[in-house]
Structure formats: structure tokens, C-alpha cells
């Protein structure tokens, strides 16, 4: 079983949509979470991150970590079509600068 | 600054060949981190530094896989000889170490490698 499980996809809403992508994971001394975008031919790039458990909000995106659950999300409202990229979560436990990827969610946005 | 440089961004090479790829970090950072990227695994750490010295290479596949950093502002990987499953886009990222966790990772745009 990998450290961090994310669902592949693709994943398409139609433009507008309120868009939900989740991770889980296994280790529980994880305390920094990230969630990377990525477009196509491009490499990753940070767009939220959050420390331990709550809710981050940045514009139409927002970050939820649920420790308990071991499982975060990522909230993406009035989705756009340029919203159109892969979505990965990345974790850390803080005792290094490693990061544990999940294996990133492709989201389509259709207009 | 120009963010992180790779070259070359693609290299299509035959089957028993060496590859090298380089990297030029963001100026100021002190970690650099090499990955690998398919479709079938994802994203995956094959080595790190800090500060040019080598932490973690326990993502390296195998001993065809090497990884140089002589100075802060260059790193290399190599594979020698090339098999066609070492396939994939392989990316250079770099991090500072600021006050405070900070995991901010600066990706290059990638070097998409072809072994035929």
C-alpha cells in the first residue's frame, strides 16, 4: 500500500462546477501538506499549502486537512476551463525537505 | 530570476547509450531534488542534496543512475548505459531553507527522454 493514494481520474465537470479532489494517506506523523498543479509539458507548481489540520482558502481554492481521517482535499469553485491540469497532493512530516507525492488526479474543465 | 533551468529539454537516444542531463537551480537555493516521471509510477524521487552534498539516493533505481552537484548552481544525472523503461520525463527541482517549514519546491520544465 503507497503513503499517499490518489485517484488517477480523468475528472471532467463542466465549467462552473464546484470541483473535489482528495488524498488520503497512511502515515501519521505527516504534518505539511501541499497541493501542486501541474499542466500539461510543464513541470509542478506550488498552489496551496497547510500545516496540520484546518481550512486554507486562496481565491476560488480552498484546503482542508482532516488528520483524524488521515484524508485532505482540495476545493476548486467556479471551476475554469484553465483550471484544466493535473492536480497533485504532496506531504511532508517535517523531519526533512522530502515530499511524499500522491499520483496526481487529471481534472478537464469542459466550457 | 530565470527559475530552474534543465537542458536538454528532450533527448531521444538508443538503447545502451549515456545520458546526461543538468540542472541549474534558482540562485540561494540550498536543496536540490532530481525526479522521475511516467504514467504508470507517478512522480518519484530519485535523489536529493543540500548544500551540493547527497542525502537521500535510495530513489535511484539502480547503479546506471548516478548524480553529480560539483558546485551550487550545477547538478547532473546520468544514465549509463540506457535501457528503453528509462523512458519518462525527468525533472530538476530546488528549495531554500528559510526560517519556518517551508516546502515550496521550484520545478524545471523537464527533460522528456526517449530511449528506442
Known amino acids: 500500500q503507497k503513503e499517499v493514494e490518489q485517484d488517477p481520474g480523468p475528472l471532467s465537470v463542466p465549467e462552473g462546477a464546484i470541483v473535489s479532489l482528495n488524498c488520503t494517506y497512511s502515515?501519521?506523523?505527516?504534518?505539511?501538506f501541499m497541493w501542486y498543479r501541474q499542466y500539461s509539458r510543464k513541470g509542478p507548481e506550488l498552489l496551496m499549502y497547510t500545516y496540520s489540520s484546518g481550512n486554507k482558502e486562496d481565491g476560488r481554492f480552498t484546503a482542508q486537512v482532516d488528520k483524524s481521517s488521515k484524508y485532505i482535499s482540495l476545493f476548486i469553485r467556479d471551476s475554469q476551463p484553465s483550471d484544466s491540469a493535473t492536480y497533485l497532493c504532496?506531504?511532508?512530516?517535517?523531519?526533512?525537505?522530502?515530499?511524499?507525492w500522491g499520483a496526481g488526479t487529471k481534472l478537464i474543465i469542459k466550457p | 530570476d530565470a527559475g530552474v533551468i534543465q537542458s536538454p529539454r528532450h533527448e531521444v537516444t538508443e538503447m545502451g547509450q549515456e545520458v546526461t542531463l543538468r540542472c541549474k537551480p534558482i540562485s540561494g537555493h540550498d536543496y536540490l531534488f532530481w525526479y522521475r516521471q511516467t504514467m504508470m509510477r507517478g512522480l518519484e524521487l530519485l535523489i536529493y542534496f543540500n548544500n551540493n552534498v547527497p542525502i537521500d539516493d535510495s530513489g535511484m533505481p539502480e547503479d546506471r543512475f548516478s548524480a553529480k552537484m560539483p558546485n551550487a548552481s550545477f547538478s547532473t544525472l546520468k544514465i549509463q548505459p540506457s535501457e528503453p523503461r528509462d523512458s519518462a520525463v525527468y525533472f530538476c527541482a530546488s528549495s531554500v531553507n528559510s526560517p519556518g517549514p517551508s516546502y515550496e519546491q521550484y520545478f524545471g520544465p523537464g527533460t522528456r527522454l526517449t530511449v528506442t
Open positions: 504532496a506531504m511532508s512530516a517535517g523531519s526533512n525537505y522530502q515530499l511524499i
Open positions: 502515515n501519521s506523523a505527516f504534518q505539511y
